[in-house]
């Protein structure tokens, strides 16, 4: 089955930096990535994502990168602000399922 | 984006007694919706994919006797945890697939703890 892999687990940036979160997966059949930001107590959310057709997507101050060929696709996050801060999953769909990595713990200090 | 709500958002219930949390699609009828469980600080683990008007399809692993799932309508499927134990405390989120996007919207999660 496909498995997805993210790093890293935590990440710690400054206000105004920029943050990456890197993704791999293992199925090529998968075609649609998304990311999704989860706050403490609260479901995840939507927030960018990208099909197999695409090799980049930018929505303001976030982008994601996809590169079908090495099985790998990252969440950019520019400007960074303290609100930023949350767990962030990647996804990738496999048989109809999403099956997630495991997540991202964002960190913005002021 | 589309909206998905799961009801309640907190139970706390007795060892023992069973608990039915619902999901409902607000402005989307979704033919198919998905049950995830979430431990603390773990990622979302795929339960089973509940099916509008047929039997739900359980990952390996879920017991189907004990997550029952049911997906009556289109805009609402319940999963009862029976016989909780302690060790099914957890978070509950349920999601649902809106049109043939592929784009999955969640709900906000149902936090179970048994005691």
């Known amino acids: 089955g496909e498995n997805v892999e993210q790093h890293p687990s935590t990440l710690s940036v400054q206000e105004g930096d920029s943050a990456v979160i890197k993704c791999t997966y293992s199925d090529s059949a998968s075609n649609y990535f998304p990311w999704y930001k989860q706050e403490l107590g609260k479901g995840p959310q939507l927030i960018i994502d990208?099909?197999?057709?695409?090799g980049e997507k930018k929505d303001q101050r976030i982008a994601v990168t996809l590169n079908k060929t090495a099985k790998h696709f990252s969440l950019h996050i520019t400007e960074t602000q303290p609100e930023d801060s949350a767990v962030y999953f990647c996804?990738?769909?496999?048989?109809?399922?999403?099956?997630f990595g495991q997540g991202t713990e964002l960190s913005v200090k002021p | 984006g589309a909206v998905v709500s799961q009801h309640p958002s907190r139970v706390i219930c007795k060892s023992g007694t069973s608990v039915k949390i619902e999901c409902r699609s607000l402005d989307f009828q979704a033919t198919t919706m998905f049950w995830y469980r979430q431990f603390p600080k773990q990622s979302l683990m795929l339960m089973a994919t509940s099916n509008e008007g047929s039997k739900a399809t359980y990952e390996q692993g879920v017991e189907k006797d004990k997550f029952l799932i049911n997906h009556a309508s289109l805009t609402l499927s319940t999963l009862t945890v029976t016989s909780a134990h302690p060790e099914d405390s957890s978070f509950y989120i349920c999601?649902?697939?809106?049109?043939?996007?592929?784009?999955?919207?969640f709900g906000e999660g149902s936090r179970l703890t048994v005691l």
């Open positions: 990208i099909r197999s057709n695409v």
């Open positions: 999601s649902a697939n809106q049109g043939g996007t592929g784009e999955l919207f």
């Open positions: 996804a990738a769909s496999w048989g109809g399922k999403l099956i």
